[in-house]
């Protein structure tokens, strides 16, 4: 059974679509995490949901919006998407917040054409 | 707030060499460290942390590393490598308080050579 699992893998779209990342994890976690990685592989935190509340808001645009509708779920949807929005988009999870580690799933490569 | 520096963007070694990924840190409180791997294509999967205790750590995979708060360190050693450790690794700092919000250093490219 996969642990953090996201879909879909791999989203190729045009400048000014609308589109939405899921991720679910099964592993009974109350701390759910987006990060970003870009090109050069730098690795940056944008939002945290505790129990389906935002609990960490990044210096991130508007356009992104995650929804937490339980624990085991948090969807990250992006308006408007730009080029440089291109980036693979990892969901996490742990235990508490913070001091545990925390459970990656495989990513979403999102390619903005 | 913290701060990581990985200092080494790439490291080519040998097979059955050892190796030494360097990672300093900066922070104002007390952290936790961790050091995690990315294989081509996959999410991050943790080595290995420390968090209180001895400052030399064991991980998976046959990967140490010891927490120096001197110098504010925490540096992962692996004795002999092998082909498939080839892939980026991550070390990443968070404080004991707060929000634990984790900051990722940039990474280093490990590429082991047959």
């Known amino acids: 059974d996969t642990a953090v699992s996201q879909t879909p893998k791999y989203l190729v779209t045009q400048m000014g679509n609308d589109k939405s990342i899921k991720c679910e994890q099964n592993l009974g976690h109350d701390t759910m995490y987006w990060y970003k990685q870009d090109s050069k592989k730098f690795l940056k935190i944008m939002f945290s949901?505790?129990?389906?509340?935002?609990?960490i808001n990044e210096t991130v645009p508007n356009r992104f919006s995650p929804k937490s509708p339980d624990k085991a779920h948090l969807n990250l949807h992006i308006n408007s998407l730009e080029l440089g929005d291109s980036a693979v988009y990892f969901c996490?999870?742990?235990?508490?917040?913070?001091?545990?580690?925390?459970?990656f799933g495989p990513g979403t490569r999102l390619t903005v054409t | 707030a913290q701060s990581v520096t990985q200092l080494d963007s790439q490291v080519p070694v040998f097979e059955e060499a050892p190796v030494e990924l360097r990672c300093n840190y900066s922070s104002s409180v007390s952290v936790y460290l961790f050091w995690y791997v990315q294989y081509p294509n996959q999410g991050l999967q943790l080595l290995l942390k420390y968090l209180s205790g001895s400052t030399l750590v064991k991980g998976i995979n046959g990967f140490e590393a010891e927490f120096n708060k001197s110098q504010t360190s925490f540096h992962l050693r692996k004795p002999s490598v092998h082909i498939s450790d080839t892939a980026e690794y991550f070390c990443?700092?968070?404080?004991?308080?707060?929000?634990?919000?984790?900051?990722f250093g940039t990474g280093t490219r490990l590429k082991v050579l047959a």
């Open positions: 949901y505790n129990n389906k509340e935002l609990i």
């Open positions: 990443a700092v968070t404080g004991t308080s707060g929000t634990y919000k984790y900051i």
């Open positions: 996490a999870s742990s235990q508490t917040s913070g001091r545990v580690e925390q459970y």
